[in-house]
């Protein structure tokens, strides 16, 4: 079957690899109709993410049609329809039995942490979906199953991004009413600001500076804050008369500060300043309130501002989505038309075209998110 394969930083390549086989009565192995490419792919795309060893498929955004079922699985069944949380949960042991989903504690026999689909031996050594085919574990707890009416293509980020975005708001503790500062337009900021909104917020501020990403945003209802041309903290502060705003980190530690972008350099190469949104959102989120960060942060922080954070009595939420804990509400609300994801998507094209499509999202510009066809 074709894969997308790491090789190393900055080099990935469509091979040729076997098809996946049952490994365990509950496995399913399922045939990739739907594909994409996630800002935490460009984290391994970078190098930057320990235990990505070459050879790993990647992908943890995917849907497609159930091929094989192993002999217990009973939840799900050859031709059906499904998406899949990148979490990979057993469904049985403690965390799973409370809904932390995302950390498993059988799914991951590499590590402490729960296991992702395509995402570095640290998180499970699990080859992703971004190929023809992949093994899908405990497929009696992950498999989301998609109603007839819907195309995979409306429901693919219910893997990801859209549980993401809203988990966001969700730990933020986004309440009617409030004003929301989401720092970063990419996909999560985007629904972040989406689920913002349908939980009542009064105003949600963007930050960013992809023109399309904040022209993206605009068009939901977010209001967008282009850092190249405005102090975010002054304008924020200024529209909510010095109250400040709940905050969400939708960007992570490969943040770019102001004045250290240079727009015709490689996003890679540009020099990060980790901490850039985190000392914004010191600044200006509302006092008493709780910071939410799906953004990812792989790394530790000696000049983290804890003095700021302790003096304004800022509460910190953060950690990867579990997704299932979202996913079927938000795909009803897919379902009645409150929510269409499809808007997200500036480029189509298929799993050929992937270390293009890499390419193209690492280098921002007009690319909102990347869905591919096998």
């Not at 939708?250 to 943040?255: D, H, K």
């Not at 949104?277 to 006092?287: F, G, L, P, Y």
Request: with cysteine; glycine share 10%.
């Amino acid at each position: 079957m074709k894969a997308l394969v790491y090789h190393g930083p900055m080099d990935v390549r469509i091979d040729d690899k076997p098809k996946p086989k049952i490994e365990h009565p509950e496995d399913i192995i399922l045939k990739v109709t739907q594909t994409a490419i996630c800002g935490s792919d460009l984290h391994l795309y970078h190098g930057n993410v320990k235990g990505m060893e070459p050879g790993q498929t990647l992908g943890h955004e995917f849907a497609g049609v159930v091929e094989e079922a192993g002999d217990r699985v009973d939840e799900v069944k050859v031709g059906d329809r499904v998406v899949i949380p990148f979490n990979i949960d057993c469904g049985r042991c403690w965390f799973c039995r409370h809904q932390l989903w995302s950390q498993c504690e059988r799914s991951n026999p590499k590590g402490e942490y729960g296991a992702a689909f395509g995402y570095t031996q640290l998180l499970g050594g699990y080859d992703g979906g971004q190929a023809e085919y992949v093994r899908v574990p405990y497929a009696n707890t992950g498999p989301l199953k998609i109603p007839d009416e819907l195309t995979e293509e409306k429901v693919l980020f219910l893997s990801d991004v859209l549980p993401t975005g809203y988990f966001g708001a969700d730990i933020a503790n986004v309440q009617p009413g409030d004003d929301v500062a989401v720092f970063g337009a990419g996909p999560v900021g985007y629904f972040a600001t989406v689920s913002s909104l349908l939980r009542g917020a009064a105003r949600v501020f963007v930050v960013d500076h992809w023109p399309i990403r904040l022209d993206k945003v605009t068009k939901i209802g977010g209001e967008p804050i282009n850092f190249d041309r405005q102090d975010p903290v002054d304008y924020i502060k200024k529209e909510t008369k010095g109250k400040g705003a709940i905050c969400i980190d939708a960007v992570g530690y490969e943040a770019i500060g102001h004045h250290r972008h240079d727009s015709s350099s490689n996003p890679a190469l540009v020099p990060q300043n980790s901490l850039q949104v985190i000392n914004w959102i010191v600044q200006v989120a509302r006092k008493f309130s709780t910071v939410g960060i799906p953004g990812v942060y792989l790394t530790e922080f000696a000049n983290f501002p804890f003095g700021q954070f302790f003096q304004r009595e800022l509460q910190i939420r953060m950690g990867q989505c579990p997704v299932k804990q979202y996913n079927e509400q938000l795909l009803h609300l897919i379902e009645v038309g409150r929510i269409d994801p499809t808007l997200l998507i500036s480029h189509k094209m298929k799993l050929e075209e992937a270390p293009k499509g890499y390419d193209i999202f690492n280098k921002k510009g007009d690319a909102t998110k990347i869905v591919m066809t096998p």
